[in-house]
Antibody, heavy 126, light 106 residues
Framework: QVQLLESGPGLVKPSQTLSLTCSVS??????????WTWIRQPAGKALEWIGH???????IYIPSLESRVTISLDTSKNHFSLRLTSVTAADTAVYYC??????????????????WGQGTLVTVSS | AIQMTQSPSSLSASVGDRVTITCRAS??????LGWYQQKPGKAPKLLIY???NLQSGVPSRFSGSGSGTDFTLTISSLHPEDIATYYC?????????FGGGTKVEI
């Protein structure tokens, strides 16, 4: 079955760039059926959808981060990445990658996230 | 962005109890709603998509209902392993938004 695993630095200095990679095993990232997604969760708080990318070139981001975030695919390595520039302490969170599924087989389309990576804690601190 | 409001934010119940969690959207989202379970220190797990469709492998004691703006997740008989925080997610439009979560304790 498909498994996702996040990797990257656990500590980033303020004003620098956060870079994470999500390695996908058990399936190809190069499928137009899926949206490769990043979600984050500050300690003790709710989940926040950051955005997604797909092999079709569709990139959508949450407006509050749109000026700082890039999500990209590397089909040769079967992984996708998150890049967040000019970080502050407010970006400290557990970052999850997830496979987004969009199913339009019924009357209407529906989306969901499955599976998820285990998550990786990124702390922004000097 | 569509705001998703869950209630209660936490609840305490006994094993075998029927548990109901509600999620209200700030505008109508048709049936574009899912539920996720997050156990302490773990990644969220998909329980239900499109309001009432149970993900493969999820116990049948979980069910979902609702439409428009008001939705419900029900656990028909609480098991000890159901201790977790539950989140709703609207996929009606972007940005996708989660509810604030409901922590279920015994």
């Amino acid at each position: 079955q498909v498994q996702l695993l996040e990797s990257g630095p656990g500590l980033v200095k303020p004003s620098q760039t956060l870079s994470l990679t999500c390695s996908v095993s058990g399936g190809s990232i190069n499928s137009i059926s899926y949206y490769w997604t990043w979600i984050r969760q500050p300690a003790g708080k709710a989940l926040e959808w950051i955005g997604h990318t797909s092999p079709s070139g569709s990139n959508i981001y949450i407006p509050s981060l749109e000026s700082r975030v890039t999500i990209s695919l590397d089909t040769s390595k079967n992984h996708f990445s998150l890049r967040l520039t000019s970080v502050t302490a407010a970006d400290t969170a557990v970052y999850y990658c997830a496979r987004g599924v969009r199913d339009c087989s019924g009357v209407s389309c529906h989306s969901w996230f499955d599976p998820w990576g285990q998550g990786t804690l990124v702390t922004v601190s000097s | 962005a569509i705001q998703m409001t869950q209630s209660p934010s936490s609840l305490s119940a006994s094993v075998g109890d029927r548990v109901t969690i509600t999620c209200r959207a700030s505008q109508a989202i048709r049936s574009d709603l899912g539920w996720y379970q997050q156990k302490p220190g773990k990644a969220p797990k998909l329980l239900i998509y499109a309001v009432s469709n149970l993900q493969s492998g999820v116990p049948s004691r979980f069910s979902g209902s609702g439409s428009g703006t008001d939705f419900t997740l029900t656990i028909s008989s609480l098991h000890p392993e159901d201790i977790a925080t539950y989140y709703c997610l609207q996929d009606y439009n972007y940005p996708l938004t989660f509810g604030g979560g409901t922590k279920v304790e015994i």
